[in-house]
């Protein structure tokens, strides 16, 4: 399985990013699919949940600001941000549930005041 997240960058706060995690060589449509993020100093958590049956769930800090979505017929997994905080600053990465788990490389998403 390979996933291939992209789609950070640097905006300033208020702004929007969409990420993306392509994914290759797994029954997409079967798994659960995940967003975690990393920030410096900081253990790395879950953001955003998708199951097979698109069912979600976020995070508390990230409710209503964030939305997981995919695509089954691109094998993507999207995660749409929108009033982006600095605290949002982080490396994200995309995850899929499927056996032990797989990790996407991670991509970075800077919020400036």
């Known amino acids: 399985v390979q996933l291939q997240a992209s789609g950070g960058g640097s905006v300033q706060a208020g702004g929007s990013l969409r990420l993306s995690c392509a994914a290759s060589g797994s029954a997409f449509s079967s798994n659960h699919m995940g967003w975690y993020r990393q920030a410096p100093g900081k253990q790395r958590e879950l953001v955003a949940f998708?199951?097979?049956?698109?069912?979600?769930n976020y995070a508390d800090s990230v409710k209503g600001r964030f939305t997981i979505s995919r695509d089954n017929t691109k094998n993507t997994v999207y995660l749409q941000m929108s009033s982006l905080q600095p605290e949002d600053t982080a490396i994200y990465y995309c995850?899929?549930?499927?056996?032990?788990?797989?990790w996407g490389q991670g991509t970075l998403v800077t919020v400036s005041s």
């Open positions: 995850k899929d549930f499927s056996g032990l788990g797989f």
């Open positions: 998708i199951a097979r049956t698109g069912d979600t």
